[in-house]
């Protein structure tokens, strides 16, 4: 946790015109959810596509949260040296959320080696564990669909209500106010897990390819772009719901509700 804010503000340091750190909120025990925006004239809010990458929903999944620190210190360390970087920072506004669940990081790393955690650090008004699965809280067909469970001991427990969860809550404000003038300024986003090599697009809480809260067009989209995306690193590009059925989770949300093309990435290791 010392090291991630380390490295973040000293990216911030080193490239000021570039970076601009801040945070969405809090998780339950009051970290802040730090976000990077990478962009030329990062200062001002420019008319550019926007992007969001970001890491560790789940507590265990450490490789998430050095893939976003990679991915900031490509974009700034290669910048007008490299031609792609250059490109993608001039013209686009990247946001970067490197843990959105601090407290299970925390926990997880206090493990001997670690606690193998997942869910967050959540306690109800007597004390007692509600620790939630952050990738089955959200507010879109939560619970719906047996992709989750109500039961406080499991590992895919959805919270006793949709957006229970403050670490949920606050990616959801941030991408809300990210519409301006009643346009969503994010077109594309990935959020990184682990693992299985995998490149997922929506929905997860169906098998229907193209249910009525799809559009055609737009699963044609999904598709040609998460395999153009997978012919780039020889992962397996396909709907969530081929790996297993989940309802409640981050990016049926951000599609149904936003219309953003939102992938989960399932990083290194290969095997399940
Ligand atoms: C994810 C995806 C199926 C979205 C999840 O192994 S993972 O927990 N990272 N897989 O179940 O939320
Ligand atoms: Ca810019
Ligand atoms: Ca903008
Ligand atoms: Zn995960």
């Given at each position: 946790?010392?090291?991630?804010?380390?490295?973040?503000?000293?990216?911030?340091?080193?490239?000021?015109?570039?970076?601009?750190?801040?945070?969405?909120?809090?998780?339950?025990?009051?970290?802040?959810?730090?976000?990077?925006?990478?962009?030329?004239?990062?200062?001002?809010?420019?008319?550019?596509?926007?992007?969001?990458?970001?890491a560790?929903?789940?507590?265990?999944e450490h490789l998430t949260t050095e893939q976003?620190?990679?991915?900031?210190?490509?974009?700034?360390?290669?910048?007008?040296?490299?031609?792609?970087?250059?490109?993608?920072?001039?013209?686009?506004?990247?946001?970067?959320?490197?843990?959105?669940?601090?407290?299970?990081?925390?926990?997880?790393?206090?493990?001997?080696?670690?606690?193998?955690?997942?869910?967050?650090?959540?306690?109800?008004?007597?004390?007692?564990?509600?620790?939630?699965?952050?990738?089955?809280?959200?507010?879109?067909?939560?619970?719906?669909?047996?992709?989750?469970?109500?039961?406080?001991?499991?590992?895919?427990?959805?919270?006793?209500?949709?957006?229970?969860?403050?670490?949920?809550?606050?990616?959801?404000?941030?991408?809300?106010?990210?519409?301006?003038?009643?346009?969503?300024?994010?077109?594309?986003?990935?959020?990184l897990h682990t693992n299985?090599?995998?490149?997922?697009?929506?929905?997860?809480?169906?098998?229907?390819?193209?249910?009525?809260?799809?559009?055609?067009?737009?699963?044609?989209?999904?598709?040609?772009?998460?395999?153009?995306?997978?012919?780039?690193?020889?992962?397996?590009?396909?709907?969530?719901?081929?790996?297993?059925?989940?309802?409640?989770?981050?990016?049926?949300?951000?599609?149904?509700?936003?219309?953003?093309?939102?992938?989960?990435?399932?990083l290194f290791p290969?095997?399940?």
């Amino acid at each position: 946790w010392d090291e991630l804010k380390a490295e973040i503000r000293k990216a911030e340091q080193d490239h000021p015109d570039l970076v601009r750190l801040s945070t969405i909120g809090q998780s339950y025990e009051g970290r802040p959810i730090f976000i990077a925006k990478v962009s030329d004239n990062v200062a001002e809010d420019e008319n550019e596509e926007e992007v969001l990458v970001d890491a560790l929903h789940h507590a265990r999944e450490h490789l998430t949260t050095e893939q976003a620190l990679a991915l900031l210190r490509w974009l700034t360390n290669d910048y007008g040296t490299d031609d792609t970087v250059t490109r993608l920072v001039n013209n686009r506004e990247i946001w970067i959320i490197f843990a959105l669940n601090p407290d299970g990081m925390r926990y997880d790393l206090t493990g001997d080696p670690f606690h193998a955690w997942r869910k967050n650090r959540q306690r109800d008004a007597q004390g007692d564990p509600m620790f939630t699965d952050l990738n089955r809280n959200y507010g879109y067909r939560w619970g719906c669909c047996g992709g989750s469970s109500g039961k406080r001991s499991a590992l895919t427990y959805r919270g006793p209500r949709p957006w229970s969860a403050p670490e949920t809550r606050a990616l959801a404000e941030f991408v809300d106010s990210r519409v301006k003038g009643g346009v969503q300024q994010i077109v594309s986003h990935v959020t990184l897990h682990t693992n299985g090599e995998l490149i997922l697009w929506p929905y997860g809480y169906t098998h229907e390819n193209v249910p009525p809260d799809m559009t055609t067009l737009d699963h044609d989209v999904f598709v040609a772009l998460g395999e153009a995306m997978a012919d780039r690193n020889g992962y397996t590009a396909q709907q969530s719901s081929q790996l297993y059925i989940t309802d409640g989770d981050q990016i049926d949300w951000m599609y149904a509700t936003h219309r953003i093309f939102s992938y989960t990435y399932e990083l290194f290791p290969p095997e399940r």
